[in-house]
């Protein structure tokens, strides 16, 4: 299927568009341009699930003020991926379980307590009729790859070839973190907040494991990052497993050694999971693009010098 973004809506300085996908439903797509693109050159995408929530922390990193002054990071086209507000919370918590996960029962003690949180949601919204299962990973990746991309590619100046970066936080992360071991990926380049590791029954341990067995390495960037609020905090927390995956993580990628990849890790000290997603978009940003203060001095200076020289040249008339 040939998707087509048309008809957009401006909406603050960046385009919103109403897309329906076969198998899926309704999305909401923001996108935003840099305010000065550059002239003659195409874009790498910076992607994040839950555009709802996160799209509104991610543009302003990228495009806002601070960032227009101080233009560090590449050049990218932002774009959130939502789902419509006349859905309701409710609508917004089942579909993206769906999306976010491959088959799933949820008759696990973590599936149970998701079911539990859904249940007070849908009942506050009057919606009881309204149910949520998993399921819907492969669909929702070929939908990325297959595609929204591709209609990007089409509608934006983007680069196909580029080196695109997805960003997850919870349910996101844990999509983000498995989509980190499918050839399908459109994504070299993955900042992952907060994964739901313990969700869909192992799922993420089990496509690594798939990974390793037939490949040697694996070319990418990835930060990935949960708070010390996240950790032994909450029982739901630990049903999550939001630390133990970025330890795990951690763990995996040394025990492989893979040459191509590059991982950053951290536990972020005083946050918990309300609080950790714009610390985390935007060290993981840096981080991913291998510009991250006290990291890659030498890249980051080199970045930095860059950015004086095209101030200092003389306006052109």
């Given amino acids: 299927m040939v998707m087509q973004l048309n008809s957009g809506e401006t909406v603050g300085g960046y ?8 198998g899926l439903g309704r999305y909401t797509i923001d996108v935003s341009l840099p305010a000065n ?17 996160l799209f509104d922390l991610v543009r302003p990193i990228v495009h806002g003020g601070m960032s227009a002054a101080n233009m560090v990071l590449p050049p990218a086209l932002v774009v959130g991926i939502g789902y419509p507000v006349d859905e309701g919370f409710s609508g917004f918590y089942a579909r993206r379980n769906f999306d976010f996960h491959g088959p799933w029962a949820m008759r696990d003690p973590f599936g149970q307590r998701v079911h539990e949180i859904f249940t007070l ?28 991309m591709p209609a990007l590619v089409r509608t934006f100046p983007v680069d196909a070839d580029a080196r695109h970066t997805l960003i997850g936080m919870s349910s996101g992360g844990h999509f983000a973190l498995r989509a980190l071991f499918d050839k399908r990926s459109p994504f070299g380049r993955y900042v992952v907040i907060s994964p739901s590791f313990h969700a869909a029954n192992g799922a993420i341990a089990k496509a690594e494991a798939e990974y390793a067995a037939q490949n040697s390495d694996l070319d990418t960037e990835i930060f ?32 492989r050694g893979w040459p191509s990849a590059s991982l ?37 200076a080199a970045a930095v010098a860059a950015l004086e020289a095209n101030f200092s040249k003389p306006v052109e008339s």
Wanted: hydrophobic share 40%; net charge negative; with cysteine.
């Fill in 224 to 255: 990935i990052c949960a708070g010390t609020e996240e950790i032994a905090v909450s029982a739901d927390s630990a049903l999550c497993g939001f630390g133990a995956g970025v330890i795990w993580c951690a763990q995996q990628f040394a025990l």
């Fill in 121 to 148: 949601i849908k009942t506050g919204e009057s919606r009881p009729d309204l149910q949520m299962q998993a399921g819907g990973y492969n669909r929702f990746m070929t939908f990325l790859a297959d595609e929204l």
């Fill in 15 to 22: 385009t919103r568009f109403a897309v329906e996908v076969d």
């Fill in 37 to 53: 693109p550059p002239p003659n050159k195409r874009l790498p995408v910076i992607l994040t699930l839950d555009g709802n929530l």
């Fill in 264 to 300: 950053q890790w951290e536990i972020m000290s005083n946050e918990d999971h309300a609080s950790i997603a714009p610390r985390g978009i935007a060290t993981g940003l840096r981080a991913v693009h291998r510009l991250r203060p006290g990291v890659h001095g030498d890249e980051l």
